[in-house]
């Protein structure tokens, strides 16, 4: 009998320690890496963010900083010529005020998600050049002192050369000079907000990688305001960090950039297994402790936070649940994994 307060007592902390109860307490990740000085994260879809009360309940209780996941790209914000479209952004601003959250800003200059009116119009130089100023004028300086970060050029390095992508609105019209000034732009109209180069497959060691250093170090170089690197971090189940992880990190951060992973999720087959979901936790648990190791790197952030609305299915047939918490918000070992190693970290602040 006497043994039984003491049973209760261990089964309750081990429950309490296994991570779920963090979520089931409501201290969240949010929490853990406030007291690291540290950002965990994730991007927010419109709809649900609209319509789903615990949408919005679980980043109030789990994250510190959002990004808009198409808030903020040309479609979502300027979609007619001379008309902005600011609500979605706006929401998302002042989502993040009200929540003592952090936003960052996705993406000023992509060669995808651009509206037609762009993309079918016909521009000189000259007027492709106005239309990136007065598009991020207008945008960078609406939510100046609120962005925190900006992801100004996003995904510019062709995969096969480590060239530039040639075949983008934005080369094709103002040339390689269009990085340089989007960032000058940028600096101009927020000189306090940081100003990232955004890519994907750039993590380790590689041709794609070397081309994100190469134009990195120009722009450093030519004392372009370029402030920080993001790994995207798509990756699928099995991922490890490993030692070219780290040699790219090293190279990057001599530069004098900071770093932040900005899209991370890990896509698995579909239904995953548990040993599917482990491996997975195990990617998670990698990436972060792979972050909070390195001085420069300031923040995580994944590409959603529920398997119920992501990008990956359709885009990868047969893969799917590449998230923190399944389709009914419920925590998975992938969250729990962060929670672990957030604590386990050293001190950050
Ligand atoms: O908003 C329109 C809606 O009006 C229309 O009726 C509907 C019909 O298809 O499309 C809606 O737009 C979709 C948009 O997401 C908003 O939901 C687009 O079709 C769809 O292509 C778009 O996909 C986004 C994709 O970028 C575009 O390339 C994904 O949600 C978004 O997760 C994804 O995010 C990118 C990052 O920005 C950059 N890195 C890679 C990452 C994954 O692809």
């Known amino acids: ?16 320690l296994n991570g779920y109860a963090v979520a089931a307490q409501g201290r969240g990740l949010r929490d853990l890496a406030d007291k690291r000085g540290f950002y965990v994260g994730a991007a927010v879809a419109m709809r649900p963010f609209r319509t789903e009360a615990p949408y919005q309940e679980t980043l109030k ?50 060669h995808k998600q651009l509206p037609r009116w762009v993309t079918g ?26 962005v925190i970060a900006w992801d100004v050029v996003n995904e510019a390095i062709d995969d096969e050369t480590g060239g530039l992508r040639t075949s983008s609105f934005w080369y094709e019209k103002i040339g390689p000079d269009y990085i340089r000034m989007a960032f000058e732009f940028a600096h101009q109209a927020d000189p306090a907000a940081k100003l990232y180069y955004n890519d994907y497959e750039a993590e380790d060691m590689g041709r794609k990688s070397d081309g994100v250093y190469r134009l990195l170090k120009e722009l450093k170089a ?18 490890h960090i490993t030692e070219a ?30 040993a599917d979901l482990q491996a997975q936790a195990t990617a998670y648990r990698e990436i972060l402790g792979f972050c909070l ?30 998230l923190l ?17 957030l604590r386990s970290a050293s001190r950050r602040k």
Not at 5 to 12: A, F, G, K, M
Not at 222 to 239: K, R
């Open 1 to 16: 009998m006497r043994t039984r307060p003491l049973l209760l007592l261990v089964l309750c902390g081990g429950l309490w």
């Open 61 to 110: 209780r789990e994250f510190n900083i959002i990004v808009g996941e198409n808030a903020f790209k040309w479609t979502g914000i300027h979609p007619n010529k001379g008309g902005y479209y600011f609500a979605d952004a706006d929401a998302l601003v002042a989502f993040a005020a009200a929540n003592r959250m952090k936003i960052r800003g996705h993406t000023l200059v992509w």
């Open 121 to 146: 119009g016909s521009f000189t130089r000259e007027e492709a050049v106005n239309l990136l100023r007065d598009h991020i004028n207008t945008v960078v300086g609406r939510y100046k002192g609120k």
């Open 222 to 239: 030519a004392g372009v305001p370029v402030d920080g690197v993001g790994w995207q971090m798509h990756v699928p189940n099995g991922f």
């Open 245 to 274: 992880h780290r040699r790219n990190a090293a190279r990057l951060a001599a530069l004098g950039l900071e770093m932040t992973i900005t899209e991370l999720d890990v896509r698995t087959r579909v239904p995953a297994s548990a």
């Open 293 to 322: 190791s390195q001085p420069n790197c300031k923040a995580l952030l994944a590409w959603g936070f529920t398997d119920k609305y992501s990008w990956i299915p359709g885009w990868y047939a047969g893969l799917g649940d590449a």
């Open 325 to 341: 918490f399944d389709k009914d918000y419920q925590p998975k070992p992938a969250y729990r994994a962060l929670v672990e190693a």
